[in-house]
């Protein structure tokens, strides 16, 4: 089984400031990394994915994240953030050997402000 | 194009009413997962459909629960004598093919709120 753990439930941070949502995962297989991010009364959007090849992965909005397999983490970064990147964000992991269903942890919520 | 869309988005029920969420899926998508998403937490898998097949159903959280896909498009989630605990958003998500590494896209989501 599969488990993911998002280690801060809430980051606050200055515009233009850099940020890391930190994200955790244990699995006793290989698996695939998600970042989805969910703005106000919209539905899960995808960042970004890791499914092989290179541990660094670049997504949408500036956002970036490296794979650590030794660590297990999926950290998210992004170098500058702006007011519309308030949002709540959600790590996930998929197994190969299951149907493709996510497994998402708890949330990260990022509060820029001005 | 037209992304996945969900219906009602809110939905208010008393105790031990039946209720029955709609989710359209985008058109052409061959997969379709739906989800529960309680208050505060993350989304929980429910159920994952291949056309009309429903391949996975052990996120079902009791046998109150049932979804269906009867034409490998629309999909309903039925939940029978509604409890309290089952307040949440419920979403759907769809995606192209049956791969694990293909994107889901998300709908909106339908809030239910028993009473």
């Known amino acids: 089984a599969q488990s993911v753990t998002q280690l801060d439930s809430q980051v606050p941070v200055f515009e233009e400031a850099p940020v890391e949502l930190r994200c955790n995962y244990s699995?006793?297989?290989?698996?695939?990394l998600f970042w989805y991010v969910q703005y106000p009364n919209q539905g899960l959007q995808l960042l970004l994915k890791?499914?092989?090849?290179?541990?660094l992965v670049k997504g949408i909005n500036g956002f970036e994240a490296e794979f650590n397999k030794s660590q297990t983490s999926f950290h998210l970064r992004k170098p500058s953030v702006h007011i519309s990147d308030t949002a709540e964000y959600f790590c996930?992991?998929?197994?190969?050997?299951?149907?493709?269903?996510?497994?998402f942890g708890q949330g990260t919520t990022l509060q820029v402000k001005p | 194009g037209a992304g996945v869309s969900q219906s009602p988005r809110y939905k208010v029920a008393k105790r031990g009413q039946d209720v029955a969420l709609r989710c359209d899926p985008i058109?052409?998508?061959?997969?379709l997962f739906w989800y529960q998403q309680a208050l505060g937490q993350g989304p929980e898998f429910l159920t994952y459909?291949?056309?009309?097949?429903?391949?996975?159903k052990s996120g079902l959280p009791s046998d109150r629960f049932f979804a269906e896909r009867p034409e490998g498009s629309v999909s309903t989630l039925k939940i029978q004598r509604t409890q309290q605990e089952d307040s949440a958003v419920y979403l759907c998500a769809s995606s192209l093919r049956e791969s694990h590494t293909d994107t889901q896209y998300f709908g909106p989501g339908t809030r239910l709120t028993v009473l």
């Open positions: 699995s006793s297989v290989s698996v695939y």
């Open positions: 996930a992991v998929s197994a190969p050997s299951n149907t493709g269903k996510l497994i």
């Open positions: 890791y499914l092989s090849g290179s541990t």
């Open positions: 058109s052409g998508h061959v997969s």
């Open positions: 459909f291949q056309n009309e097949a429903q391949l996975d």
